[in-house]
């Protein structure tokens, strides 16, 4: 089971900098991401969505493979490339998945101006390692969470020993 998770940092290169920790972790299989998104709340009160993927880039790409599977069969490998290229685009385009927009801009707007949050989807996680990786050297406040009452709590208490807080 997939767990969001949203933990807000004082400005957005924090955020942007901890997704990019994330990011490495993610290489070594410490935690599969669905999605991550950085949320930031402009001085001038305007909510902004940072995206971490191209959900168009990887259909157009598996379109591509696919239309050239196809043409091959036609002999015009080229042309079914294109057009599967296309085709896959435009469902890319047309298809939103991970965490729901209107949920990220309405959290944003309880941010303080100048602030950020990291939104994330986690398909999977060894917790302890990537707290521990963190080592709460970014200031983060857990801000919302799908988990139960008692994993919530006891990553709050987790965070905050990592930083010092509590």
Do not use: C
Not at 87 to 110: H, N, P, Q, R, Y
Not at 146 to 163: F, G, P, V, Y
């Amino acid at each position: 089971m997939s767990q969001l998770i949203a933990v807000a940092y004082p400005d957005v290169s924090t955020a942007q900098t901890v997704l990019e920790k994330l990011a490495g972790m993610q290489k070594r299989e410490l935690i599969k991401l669905g999605d991550a998104v950085v949320v930031e709340r402009r001085e001038d009160g305007k909510v902004k969505l940072h995206q971490s993927t191209s959900l168009v880039g990887v259909s157009a790409a598996g379109g591509a493979i696919w239309g050239g599977l196809i043409g091959l069969l036609f002999f015009a490998p080229l042309l079914g490339m294109a057009v599967g290229a296309a085709a896959g685009a435009a469902g890319g385009a047309m298809t939103d998945i991970g965490v729901d927009d209107s949920f990220m801009k309405e959290l944003g707007t309880e941010l303080s101006p100048g602030s950020a949050a990291l939104v994330l989807l986690v398909l999977s996680a060894t917790e302890d390692k990537v707290l521990e990786e963190l080592g709460g050297q970014y200031q983060g406040k857990l801000l919302q969470t799908n988990l139960s009452a008692e994993d919530e709590q006891r990553l709050r208490e987790s965070i905050d020993a990592h930083t010092g807080q509590g």
